[in-house]
């Protein structure tokens, strides 16, 4: 059995993370405001937390955030994809 490889640093997290997105879900986020990523917490934050290992060991992640909690290290993560897809989706004016 292959062992999966997790991202050990949050630019790697924010890529995956990136990738399982379309391009509908790259652009609403991209839209939101900062303080509505938090609604994203227990939807994108919960798949960051399970499929990213934050409760499964990923310590070199967890350590990258700057947090001990994966909740607090997941919402890391989701603050720095949205500051990435804003800058790859075109601005409506």
Do not use: C, Q, Y
Request: charged share 25%; glycine share 8%.
């Amino acid at each position: 059995m292959e062992s999966k490889r997790w991202p050990a640093t949050i630019d790697e997290a924010v890529g995956v993370v990136i990738a399982s997105l379309s391009d509908e879900d790259k652009a609403t986020i991209a839209a939101m405001v900062e303080p509505e990523l938090i609604g994203l917490h227990f939807g994108l934050g919960a798949w960051i937390r399970n499929h990213l290992g934050l409760w499964k060991g990923n310590g070199a992640l967890l350590e990258a955030t700057g947090e001990t909690d994966a909740d607090d290290a997941s919402m890391v993560i989701v603050e720095a994809m949205w500051r990435r897809v804003r800058e790859m989706v075109p601005k409506v004016h």
